[in-house]
């Protein structure tokens, strides 16, 4: 039982001592210093903002390669017509086809033939 210490003649505290300690601004200051400590040393990856700057980095890269590579192969296509290795009457970008399907007959036309009006 020498693990524990019982005081059975306590000090008795002087009301100035109790109210030295009762300084809660000071309390609050030390919280505050020690919250934004922990905030400032915080890893790059846990802070919030940081994906969000990522997925936009990832964004403006994805849209800056896929217009160069749209412009390196107009230029491409136009000095092959040039050189003529590819004939430019026949060369078409991006123009729609010249073959227009029929269009199908829908269930909806064929059930509305064979309904029975009273």
Excluded: C
């Amino acid at each position: 039982m020498k693990k524990y210490k019982i005081n059975r003649n306590k000090k008795v505290l002087s009301d100035e001592r109790i109210n030295s300690h009762k300084d809660f601004n000071k309390l609050l200051d030390n919280y505050q210093h020690i919250y934004h400590q922990k905030q400032a040393n915080r890893p790059l990856y846990k802070k919030p903002g940081f994906m969000g700057f990522i997925m936009l980095v990832l964004l403006i890269t994805f849209v800056i390669v896929t217009v160069t590579d749209k412009e390196e192969q107009w230029i491409n296509a136009k000095e092959k017509a040039k050189k003529g290795i590819i004939d430019s009457s026949k060369t078409t970008i991006n123009q729609p086809s010249e073959q227009i399907n029929e269009p199908q007959q829908t269930n909806d036309t064929i059930s509305s033939e064979r309904r029975i009006h009273p």
